[in-house]
């Protein structure tokens, strides 16, 4: 089917509310393919629709990073209907955890999952991230864990998911990756790009040697004052992405269609 369709425009109707963040997630997933995050057509990036309790928009499975675009984003339901006449799938992995968590954080307003080679390694490792980068330090403390129970399709896994998430942003999937919540896709952004690089410096620090591991109360001053190193009058990550937005609109501008 996917060799009959059109990957790019076609033409659809919504709000203006509903076509900004179709412009930002299409954004998100073409600077997500341009830093070297994506996975085939595998993976994904939903963000809710403003104003519609319930719909949130997906990358259509099917098609690489580098050919989503605006129109050809999937709005879908809670529970899995296609609600904007799409004629593309949506991977049921991300259907399965990305409804779960809309339906059940409230705050969750985007969602990201990757494999990404430094994240998945991380995860695969006994302890997980530990605090010996400055990177690493950011997440003392704020990421959970759930043990790998193979690939997330049976909503029965989704109580056990949202147990051991709790208060957190992050869930590590132990052997398999980050999910990581936002109240927007700037701060998902920001977060996983932290992430990767504390995961991308603690494996080559292992790689070279025994770590440093930074001490308990550096670690929670370097907490405190991490609000800090942000843009000054921006929300988080929105500095950020509005410069990987303008990256990528030098490559290739399709994203816009």
């Known amino acids: ?5 059109n990957a790019h425009a076609r033409n659809i109707e919504c709000s203006e509310a509903e076509w900004q963040a179709r412009l930002e997630l299409a954004a998100c997933y073409r600077i997500f393919d341009h830093l070297g995050w994506s996975e085939s057509i595998y993976n994904h990036i939903s963000v809710k629709v403003p104003n519609e309790e319930g719909a949130f928009l997906i990358n259509p499975f099917g098609l690489l990073y580098s050919e989503v675009c605006a129109s050809n984003l999937v709005k879908i339901d809670i529970d899995g209907n296609t609600l904007d006449g799409s ?14 968590f809309h339906r059940r954080v409230p705050w969750a307003h985007a969602i990201v999952h990757t494999h990404t080679t430094a994240t998945m390694a991380v995860s695969s490792l006994e302890g997980g991230l530990q605090p010996v980068n400055f990177y690493a330090c950011n997440f003392a403390g704020r990421i959970a864990y759930h043990d790998f129970e193979g690939i997330t399709v049976r909503s029965e896994e989704g109580e056990r998911l949202l147990a051991n998430l709790g208060d957190k942003k992050i869930l590590m999937l132990k052997n398999h990756g ?5 109240r927007s896709l700037p ?6 790009w932290s992430l990767q690089r504390a995961c991308e410096v603690m494996l080559a620090t292992l ?3 025994k770590p440093l591991t930074v001490p308990d109360d550096v670690v ?9 190193g942000g843009v ?3 929300l988080p990550g929105q500095a950020d992405f509005d410069a990987w937005t ?4 030098k490559i290739d501008r399709s994203w816009r269609d």
């Open 1 to 5: 089917m996917a060799t009959q369709l």
């Open 87 to 100: 004629p593309w799938p949506v991977n049921k992995a991300g259907f399965v955890q990305h409804g779960l």
């Open 178 to 182: 980050p999910v990581i919540l936002g």
């Open 187 to 192: 701060e998902v952004f920001i977060t996983h």
């Open 207 to 209: 790689a070279a040697g």
């Open 220 to 228: 929670a001053v370097h907490l405190r004052d991490l609000a800090q």
């Open 232 to 234: 000054p009058g921006t």
């Open 246 to 249: 303008r990256r990528i609109d």
